[in-house]
């Protein structure tokens, strides 16, 4: 089992900045791929960003490309999503999530999922 706990949701206005991060316990870390999904009221689960257990590899939602920035420390077991120049539309619970499969855009390739956190963006 792994354990996923996100942080750093919060409001913030059109323009701003957050940084989430996705703390990761149970399991070692590095050999799992993982994600950031969003999930918007009356919408599905949408795939955000990924990166591959290296970290050498990286995945982006075309409307997030250039803004935000998808990072892990295995270390620190630990991934982050950097978002710049946010947007209402970017207004959801973003949830990390974690995949032993080489797959990354579906959330029915992920095994673990955090209980996300609320991130609201002010127009």
């Known amino acids: 089992q792994v354990q996923l706990v996100e942080s750093g949701g919060g409001l913030v206005q059109a323009g701003g900045s957050l940084r989430l991060s996705c703390a990761a316990s149970?399991?070692?870390?590095?050999?799992?791929?993982m994600g950031w999904f969003r999930q918007a009221p009356g919408k599905e689960r949408e795939f955000v960003a990924a990166?591959?257990?290296?970290?050498?590899?990286?995945y982006y939602l075309d409307s997030v490309k250039g803004r935000f920035t998808i990072s892990r420390d295995n270390a620190k077991n630990t991934m982050y999503l950097q978002m710049n120049s946010l947007k209402p539309e970017d207004t959801a619970v973003y949830y990390c999530?974690?995949?032993?499969?080489?797959?990354?855009?579906?959330?029915?390739?992920?095994?673990?999922w955090g209980q996300g956190t609320q991130v609201t963006v002010s127009s």
């Open positions: 999530a974690a995949t032993k499969r080489a797959r990354y855009f579906s959330p029915l390739e992920y095994d673990y």
């Open positions: 149970g399991r070692t870390f590095s050999p799992y791929a």
């Open positions: 990166v591959s257990w290296s970290g050498g590899n990286l």
